[in-house]
């Protein structure tokens, strides 16, 4: 079945530590995205890339960094500069086009302790 | 820019009750419109979405959706809820020609059996 991965579904990291969460489709989608979920807050966009090789930022992109080197893969890192890290990250895709929805992952909640 | 006001946070109905969701959506231009609904443990899924044409929509689980252009509203209805529709739903506009959708703060919704 065609989808998004991401992976790890919960992680934890010591606060200072860089760490890298992972979002895999299958579905040839061009563009992808991620957001992050808190509480109260809705989703929030933090990077998308519309092609590979490309990528611009969110609303959100301080303290995150991301590449786009396969069309099938998005990792986002979180870095140390990011101040309140612990939060729920979701990963979507969609077509290129606007004439789509969005396909979205099941998260990897992030807790920094 | 954009933007996106669901004005129920936390919703609580018994079974059978009917609901409406409330979303008014800031955008100067045309848009495509969507709701979301994120069941409890599990990824965001498409309920309905509009592009252009009839402005009732009609989407899954017995869920429908009434564009009024004028309001700037795309409010969410069911005629009668079940406990299984506990969820969070989100609502989510983006501008005609844009790749990046805006997202409500988000709904949740208890139904009580």
């Known amino acids: 079945d065609g989808g998004i991965t991401q992976s790890p579904k919960y992680l934890f990291r010591k606060e200072g530590q860089n760490v890298t969460l992972s979002c895999e489709q299958n579905?040839?989608?061009?563009?992808m995205y991620w957001y992050r979920q808190d509480p109260g807050q809705g989703l929030r966009l933090i990077y998308y890339?519309?092609?590979?090789?490309?990528?611009q930022k969110g609303d959100i992109a301080e303290g995150y960094s991301v590449s786009r080197e396969k069309k099938e893969s998005f990792p986002l890192t979180v870095t140390s500069a990011q101040k309140n890290p612990t939060a729920f990250y979701l990963c979507?895709?969609?077509?290129?086009?606007?004439?789509?929805?969005?396909?979205f992952g099941s998260g990897t909640r992030l807790t920094v302790v | 820019a954009q933007s996106v006001s669901q004005h129920n946070h936390h919703v609580i109905l018994s079974e059978a009750a009917s609901l409406e969701l409330g979303c008014n959506y800031s955008?100067?231009?045309?848009?495509?419109l969507f709701w979301y609904v994120q069941y409890p443990g599990q990824h965001l899924q498409l309920l309905l979405k509009?592009?252009?044409?009839?402005?009732l929509v009609k989407g899954i689980k017995g869920f429908e959706a009434e564009f009024i252009k004028s309001k700037f509203s795309f409010n969410l209805r069911k005629p009668s809820v079940q406990w299984s529709d506990t969820a969070e739903y989100f609502c989510?506009?983006?501008?005609?020609?844009?790749?990046?959708?805006?997202f409500g703060r988000g709904t949740s919704l208890i139904v009580h059996p």
């Open positions: 979507a895709s969609t077509m290129g086009g606007t004439n789509y929805g969005y396909t």
């Open positions: 579905l040839n989608h061009d563009a």
């Open positions: 890339s519309q092609i590979v090789n490309d990528f």
């Open positions: 955008y100067g231009g045309t848009v495509n």
């Open positions: 509009y592009f252009s044409g009839d402005p």
């Open positions: 989510a506009v983006r501008g005609l020609g844009s790749y990046i959708p805006t």
